[in-house]
């Protein structure tokens, strides 16, 4: 059974009495353990095919089922316990909460759980070793580079141990050396770890880290 | 509890305004707190009247004397039980109370070390005011001196007076003063109250036998009030009617009214102080609301991403808008607590201060002191406020889509 299975979906965004089709039936199966790339130009309906797998947004039709779930039919709270749940999202920007230091950033799922104090820290900072920024507890994001903010940001996906982590360009901001040690770490978590991976990208040189690509374009799959 | 340290974080984010916005809050709760405590201490002394005492006065004002024989007709009408005048004599001590008869003058009246003080008909006075508790004997003293005064504690304790003591007092109304001097008094007597039994009693007050009054001053004096006990304070209205009645085509009309009615005829002089002190404090409230729904909209604005990714994460758009409501009334909390200690301090300041204190004990307002329920007011409109404040951002913040917050730069 395919951890994330996309039936017909299809996005339709209005605007005023403009429809805009984001994504048109399209179908994608990832398989439990894979780590799938979805690429294409700008425009072509990745990002939203991630969001709606993330479960951060609804298709206009279709089934989006997810270690599971089927993400469409789930109501507004649903959603959110889905989310807490299943599901790691690595954003392009990082966006970790700058008032928060590196462990309290990465604890902020785990308020969502009924751990003890002490064990949300626990927890964090054992993310933070598998990400290999143990000795950056305690640092706040502006004291961090841009390489380390997003192994943060991966640290905080990882740490309710969802099944799916979706990527949306998780090393867009980054340089060259950053990128590559991202890469590395996210195939760590894939091999080492199991987790199944949906990451957007626009880099060939990140695509050939997945096992499979998928090439969308005007909002089907081309391959 | 697991995120207040979240919360406050994020109140630190942005110190400056933060402070900013708790002063503003503060100010407020301040100013609230202050003028329900005026307002307050005025319906105190309001309290300390009683249903069962009428007081007729000349219909014109209070200025004119009313001549003495009206006593007795009062006294005559059905349903009164006790009639004793009242004139409020107006004294202040010289400048300084140790200075022998000789040395003073008029002109070194120092007021501000005012206080009430009324020439009275004892024996009927006395009996119409059980509030006032006089130690056993000093009563049978004070009638057996006429110049002889009875004070309360709170002026006892003010001027440092104990029984046998002397002190001066000159009145600034002119039909109340001697030629050869200020009045000369002897403490024979000092009252205390039962606050529990007769609360808003003050014992600010110094009365003294109106023989002397009138006996000093060439025998020429009328009264300037009557007070009237009645049996069935129901009724008051009926019996004030037939006293303003039984003068109605003399030279000299009555107004009668009961006591709480005279006492808050005083506050009148001053315009509709409740309206004012409650307007004020409306204007400020809602200034202060405003400015708070300000600063929770542009912290709200400028976290939409964050809130995006706390949604990404799991939290449902209700704990999100509980968060930002959260930190909006922890606003108002912290703002609150500073008002409230600001005008708790302002009290204390104003009651420990030489001069302001005794200007408010003048008044009456000795005692000024933030009271529980104005202070739990105080703090449940700061909570309000900041709930209200924050209302409406948060709302904003649950109603956002995830997809369109993450989408701004």
């Not at chain 2, 808003?200 to 009264?223: I, W």
């Not at chain 2, 009961?258 to 309206?275: D, I």
């Given at each position: 059974?395919?951890?994330?299975?996309?039936?017909?979906?299809?996005?339709?965004?209005?605007?005023?009495?403009?429809?805009?089709?984001?994504?048109?039936?399209?179908?994608?199966?990832?398989?439990?353990?894979?780590?799938?790339?979805?690429?294409?130009?700008?425009?072509?309906?990745?990002?939203?095919?991630?969001?709606?797998?993330?479960?951060?947004?609804?298709?206009?039709?279709?089934?989006?089922?997810?270690?599971?779930?089927?993400?469409?039919?789930?109501?507004?709270?649903?959603?959110?316990?889905?989310?807490?749940?299943?599901?790691?999202?690595?954003?392009?920007?990082y966006n970790l909460i700058p008032v928060l230091n590196a462990t309290e950033n990465v604890e902020l799922?785990?308020l969502?759980?009924?751990?003890?104090?002490?064990?949300?820290?626990?927890?964090?900072?054992?993310?933070?070793?598998?990400?290999?920024?143990?000795?950056?507890?305690s640092h706040y994001p502006r004291q961090l580079?841009?390489?380390?903010e997003?192994?943060v940001?991966?640290?905080?996906?990882?740490?309710?141990?969802?099944?799916?982590?979706?990527?949306?360009?998780?090393?867009?901001?980054?340089?060259?050396?950053?990128?590559?040690?991202?890469?590395?770490?996210?195939?760590?978590?894939?091999?080492?770890?199991?987790?199944?991976?949906?990451?957007?990208?626009?880099?060939?040189?990140?695509?050939?880290?997945?096992?499979?690509?998928?090439?969308?374009?005007?909002?089907?799959?081309?391959? | 509890?697991?995120f207040l340290p979240y919360l406050l974080k994020h109140l630190r984010r942005n110190w400056f305004r933060t402070?900013?916005?708790?002063?503003?809050?503060?100010?407020?709760?301040?100013?609230?707190?202050?003028?329900?405590?005026?307002?307050?201490?005025?319906?105190?002394?309001?309290?300390?009247?009683?249903?069962?005492?009428?007081?007729?006065?000349?219909?014109?004002?209070?200025?004119?004397?009313?001549?003495?024989?009206?006593?007795?007709?009062?006294?005559?009408?059905?349903?009164?039980?006790?009639?004793?005048?009242?004139?409020?004599?107006?004294?202040?001590?010289?400048?300084?109370?140790?200075?022998?008869?000789?040395?003073?003058?008029?002109?070194?009246?120092?007021?501000?070390?005012?206080?009430?003080?009324?020439?009275?008909?004892?024996?009927?006075?006395?009996?119409?005011?059980?509030?006032?508790?006089?130690?056993?004997?000093?009563?049978?003293?004070?009638?057996?001196?006429?110049?002889?005064?009875?004070?309360?504690?709170?002026?006892?304790?003010?001027?440092?007076?104990?029984?046998?003591?002397?002190?001066?007092?000159?009145?600034?109304?002119?039909?109340?003063?001697?030629?050869?001097?200020?009045?000369?008094?002897?403490?024979?007597?000092?009252?205390?109250?039962?606050?529990?039994?007769?609360?808003?009693?003050?014992?600010?007050?110094?009365?003294?036998?109106?023989?002397?009054?009138?006996?000093?001053?060439?025998?020429?004096?009328?009264?300037?009030?009557?007070?009237?006990?009645?049996?069935?304070?129901?009724?008051?209205?009926?019996?004030?009617?037939?006293?303003?009645?039984?003068?109605?085509?003399?030279?000299?009309?009555?107004?009668?009214?009961?006591?709480?009615?005279?006492?808050?005829?005083?506050?009148?002089?001053?315009?509709?102080?409740?309206?004012?002190?409650?307007?004020?404090?409306?204007?400020?409230?809602?200034?202060?609301?405003?400015?708070?729904?300000?600063?929770?909209?542009?912290a709200v604005?400028e976290r939409?991403k964050e809130i995006?990714v706390l949604?990404?994460?799991?939290?449902?758009?209700?704990?999100?808008?509980?968060l930002?409501?959260?930190e909006?009334?922890l606003?108002?909390?912290?703002?609150?607590?500073?008002?409230?200690?600001?005008?708790?301090?302002?009290?204390?300041?104003?009651?420990?201060?030489?001069?302001?204190?005794?200007?408010?004990?003048?008044?009456?307002?000795?005692?000024?002191?933030?009271?529980?329920?104005?202070?739990?007011?105080?703090?449940?409109?700061?909570?309000?406020?900041?709930?209200?404040?924050?209302?409406?951002?948060?709302?904003?913040?649950?109603?956002?889509?995830?997809?369109?917050?993450?989408?701004?730069?």
């Amino acid at each position: 059974m395919a951890m994330v299975d996309v039936r017909n979906v299809t996005k339709v965004y209005r605007r005023d009495v403009e429809e805009l089709v984001v994504l048109n039936g399209l179908s994608l199966q990832v398989e439990e353990g894979d780590y799938a790339a979805l690429m294409g130009p700008s425009g072509s309906g990745k990002s939203t095919l991630l969001n709606l797998i993330a479960g951060i947004d609804k298709p206009t039709s279709g089934d989006v089922v997810v270690a599971g779930t089927n993400v469409a039919q789930l109501g507004e709270t649903e959603l959110a316990a889905f989310r807490s749940h299943n599901v790691g999202f690595i954003f392009q920007f990082y966006n970790l909460i700058p008032v928060l230091n590196a462990t309290e950033n990465v604890e902020l799922p785990l308020l969502l759980t009924h751990l003890s104090k002490a064990e949300r820290r626990e927890r964090a900072l054992t993310a933070l070793k598998v990400v290999g920024l143990a000795d950056r507890a305690s640092h706040y994001p502006r004291q961090l580079s841009g390489g380390q903010e997003q192994r943060v940001a991966i640290a905080r996906a990882i740490v309710t141990d969802p099944k799916v982590l979706v990527a949306d360009e998780p090393t867009g901001d980054l340089d060259a050396k950053s990128a590559t040690e991202i890469l590395d770490l996210m195939g760590s978590l894939n091999r080492d770890f199991k987790k199944t991976i949906v990451m957007v990208t626009h880099d060939p040189r990140a695509a050939e880290r997945a096992k499979t690509q998928h090439h969308l374009e005007k909002g089907v799959l081309r391959d | 509890m697991k995120f207040l340290p979240y919360l406050l974080k994020h109140l630190r984010r942005n110190w400056f305004r933060t402070t900013l916005t708790v002063l503003a809050m503060a100010l407020c709760i301040f100013l609230f707190c202050t003028l329900q405590t005026v307002l307050a201490e005025i319906n105190g002394l309001l309290e300390g009247t009683s249903a069962r005492r009428l007081v007729t006065r000349h219909a014109v004002s209070l200025v004119f004397n009313l001549p003495l024989s009206y006593g007795a007709r009062i006294q005559s009408v059905p349903g009164v039980q006790r009639v004793a005048g009242v004139s409020w004599f107006g004294g202040s001590l010289p400048a300084k109370k140790e200075e022998t008869k000789a040395d003073q003058d008029s002109s070194t009246t120092d007021f501000s070390n005012f206080f009430p003080n009324l020439a009275v008909e004892p024996e009927p006075f006395f009996a119409m005011y059980p509030e006032y508790v006089l130690p056993p004997g000093q009563y049978q003293e004070f009638m057996g001196e006429l110049r002889g005064a009875i004070i309360g504690r709170k002026l006892a304790d003010r001027f440092g007076w104990k029984v046998g003591d002397t002190f001066y007092l000159e009145s600034f109304i002119p039909p109340y003063r001697k030629a050869d001097g200020p009045f000369e008094f002897i403490v024979k007597g000092i009252f205390d109250t039962d606050p529990a039994r007769y609360p808003g009693t003050d014992t600010n007050l110094m009365v003294f036998n109106y023989k002397y009054l009138y006996e000093a001053t060439g025998q020429r004096l009328g009264m300037g009030t009557f007070y009237a006990e009645i049996a069935d304070p129901d009724k008051a209205g009926e019996v004030s009617r037939a006293i303003d009645a039984l003068f109605e085509n003399s030279d000299a009309q009555t107004r009668t009214e009961t006591e709480k009615a005279f006492a808050a005829s005083f506050v009148a002089m001053a315009g509709n102080l409740t309206l004012l002190l409650n307007g004020i404090g409306l204007a400020v409230t809602f200034t202060i609301l405003l400015v708070v729904a300000n600063t929770m909209s542009i912290a709200v604005r400028e976290r939409r991403k964050e809130i995006a990714v706390l949604k990404t994460l799991g939290f449902t758009s209700k704990l999100v808008m509980g968060l930002v409501v959260a930190e909006s009334v922890l606003i108002g909390v912290l703002g609150g607590a500073l008002g409230i200690a600001a005008s708790q301090g302002l009290m204390w300041l104003l009651t420990h201060t030489p001069g302001i204190q005794d200007a408010l004990a003048g008044l009456g307002l000795s005692s000024l002191t933030l009271r529980p329920l104005v202070a739990a007011l105080g703090f449940a409109n700061a909570v309000f406020l900041g709930f209200a404040a924050g209302f409406l951002p948060a709302l904003n913040a649950y109603r956002a889509r995830i997809t369109d917050m993450l989408r701004t730069v």
